[in-house]
């Protein structure tokens, strides 16, 4: 039967076939004009309702009313003899049964991913089976969601949220399990090196082809595809809802998903769903503020992200956006009073991957009252122990040894010591949390105090009416024989640091000059020995052949002892220096306690500047910059010599 064209007017609509609809089918709040004969021979549900409403003797509806249809020809009247209601238990509503009495009428319909679900449910409840008819509803969306959706992974995703409107009847008709075991399989078959880019999409090689030159997979498709096709389908995956969701995150885990796979889901959902995870001046896209769910839904689906966060470190493809991600989560846990298992899980999670963070991300404000702090010095305390933990349970493991100098421990050594220089500015800050947090890296963390001297500083000065007790035990985190002689320098004009503090930097400092002498001077002595011990063995080797060589050697000989001579000269000279150096320093100690007992007036600076006339050029240097590390190392293996 040739369907007319349909019409909607208000609440209703019509199927202008040139003939009087005969029944009235109520969907919804939508009445539906239609006709007998199409819709009796493709369900049987609503052959048994009309078969049942023209059996009844009496029958309230069966009354004649006019209604009016505009139609180009003029207007005409029509005579409703059925008048039928589907319940509202029906699946996907009057926009459903619509497509549905389309079908009725023989009008092409297009399936898609997003509508083949409700109307698989409403060929379910209407019973359009194949047995009632030929290529009924039922086996054509049944061919459909087999032959196309279930061998896509975007389609999957799509199907499965469209079943989000008809949930119990998709889920007894298994089509929710069935999207959730594609879209699992799919994800565990897809390339973790490509962050997640699904290999198999669409099942077709063609577009793959013009990627490949001689058989070699260009950058072109890891480039633009990689990024284009992961972030579209993941996008696609942040629209579900969270009871879907999380169904799909359990059934990614049983079939052992790679885990970054699994954390860029979560990433992408929880930046839909969560405003605040990313900072403001990032480039990512928020929710509108249509879409926000309400906190206690944040709370809920922040809780599910952070407890289905994989327990592995995060590969160093994508390190850095993995660990952003986890102090923007953990930001939203304290803004949203989250559980303190769900926090500590979440603190836990960036331990193990501390060292990939940045001084920006250990930045978190305090947003509870009972802080005085402008920053949560507490949290990145907590975090430093799960980080030193993990190293100690490495340790115990025998993948590192206790006195090893591992990359990991010295960046997180450096990026401590810069969020000590940062936070020493707060005047709330308390000496006992800034002697904690600084001593609590082990030694090997730092090959030079330099950043942790220049925190102190900070410190003392932002702290200047602290008593001397206190000022002495921060001074007490500083190890004076780890500082360069640029730090020394400046440190010894320091008039923030206290006496005893002054005095043990220029007690190493003088140490460090008697080290280097004494060096110069052993290689100085070991010079003539291999000299005279060379020229012993020329000499040997001339006598055995001519007679003239005994001249040359004897000569040789003479130059040897000369130069050592000379040298030996060289040596008394230092070890006068050093004796003055010595009495010097025992002067300076001795002025230094008597400006000690006489008071401050005047300043200790100026009196060692008067006594001795030396003055010290201020400048702060960072241990870890290159040109002092290189400019360390040298000298060390100058000692060694």
């Keep these: 039967m040739a369907a007319g064209k349909p019409t909607s007017k208000g609440q209703a609509w019509f199927c202008t076939t040139g003939l009087p609809s005969d029944i009235v089918v109520e969907v919804d709040e939508m009445s539906f004009h239609l006709h007998k004969f199409p819709l009796m021979s493709k369900s049987r549900k609503l052959h048994q309702l009309i078969t049942e409403q023209e059996n009844k003797p009496t029958m309230a509806w069966k009354q004649e009313k006019e209604t009016e249809i505009e139609e180009e020809e003029g207007e005409e009247e029509e005579e409703v003899t059925c008048h039928i209601s589907i319940p509202e238990d029906f699946p996907g509503g009057s926009e459903t049964f619509e497509m549905v009495a389309k079908f009725c009428y023989g009008v092409k319909m297009e399936l898609s991913s997003s509508n083949v679900a409700p109307l698989r449910c409403a060929g379910e409840y209407l019973e359009m089976t194949e047995e009632f008819a030929e290529d009924n509803l039922i086996s054509k969306t049944e061919r459909f969601l087999s032959q196309s959706v279930f061998k896509s992974l975007k389609d999957s995703i799509r199907a499965l949220k469209s079943c989000e409107n008809v949930v119990s009847s998709a889920e007894s008709l298994g089509i929710i399990r069935r999207c959730i075991d594609s879209i699992a399989l799919r994800a565990s078959s897809a390339d973790p090196a490509l962050f997640g880019w699904p290999v198999t999409e669409g099942g077709g090689s063609s577009a793959s082809n013009q ?63 969560i405003p605040g995870i990313w900072r403001s001046g990032s480039s990512r896209k928020q929710s509108s503020p249509s879409t926000i769910p309400s906190e206690s839904e944040q709370r809920e689906l922040l809780e599910t992200v952070i407890a289905n966060l994989p327990l592995q470190k995060s590969s160093s493809a994508t390190s850095t956006t993995s660990t952003r991600f986890l102090f923007g989560l953990l930001r939203a846990a304290n803004i949203l009073t989250a559980s303190e298992s769900c926090r500590s899980a979440l603190e836990m999670k960036i331990g193990s991957q501390l060292d990939q963070a940045t001084l920006d991300d250990l930045l978190i404000p305090s947003y509870s009252y009972l802080n005085e702090t402008l920053y949560d010095v507490n949290c990145v305390e907590r975090i430093l122990g799960y980080f030193l933990d993990g190293l100690q349970s490495e340790e115990n493991r025998g993948t590192t040894t206790s006195t090893s100098r591992s990359p990991p421990l010295m960046l997180v050594g450096k990026l401590i010591d810069g969020y000590l220089s940062e936070i020493a500015s707060d005047a709330n800050l308390k000496p006992e949390k ?144 050093v004796h003055q150096l010595e009495r010097e320093c025992s002067t300076m100690k001795k002025v230094i306690e008597n400006i000690d007992k006489k008071g401050p007036a005047g300043g200790w600076k100026g009196s060692l500047t008067r006594k001795f006339g030396c003055k010290f050029k201020t400048q702060v240097c960072d241990s870890h910059e290159q040109t002092v590390v290189d400019a360390r190392k040298a000298r060390q293996h100058h000692h060694r010599q």
């Excluded at 008039?495 to 110069?520: C, D, M, N, Y």
């Excluded at 003539?528 to 003239?548: H, L, V, Y």
Aim: charge should be negative; glycine fraction near 6%; hydrophobic fraction near 40%.
């Design 434 to 577: 800034f002697y904690n947090l600084a001593i609590s890296l082990p030694d090997q963390a730092r090959l030079f105090d330099d950043g942790l001297y220049r925190a102190v500083d900070i410190y003392l000065k932002a702290h200047s009416w602290i008593p001397e007790a206190e000022r002495e035990k921060i001074c007490g985190v500083l190890d004076c024989q780890k500082l360069t002689l640029e730090a020394c320098t400046h440190a010894a004009q320091n008039e923030r640091l206290p006496l005893r503090a002054v005095v043990q930097v220029l007690f190493f400092e003088q140490l460090q000059l008697r080290h280097a002498i004494a060096g110069t001077l052993l290689s100085a002595e070991g010079a003539p020995q291999e000299a005279g011990r060379a020229s012993g063995i020329r000499q040997e080797e001339e006598t055995e052949g001519e007679g003239e060589g005994e001249g040359s050697g004897s000569a040789t000989w003479r130059v040897a002892v000369r130069e050592n001579q000379v040298l030996r000269l060289d040596m008394d000279s230092m070890r006068t220096r």
């Design 211 to 273: 990627n490949l030159w001689n058989g070699i997979e260009t950058n072109l498709r890891r480039k633009n595809g990689r990024t284009s096709e992961s972030q579209s389908w993941f996008e696609d995956l942040s629209q579900l809802n969270l009871p879907f969701f999380k169904r799909l995150i359990a059934e990614m885990k049983s079939r052992d998903v790679s885990g970054e796979i699994i954390e860029s889901c979560l990433m992408f959902y929880a930046k839909k769903h």
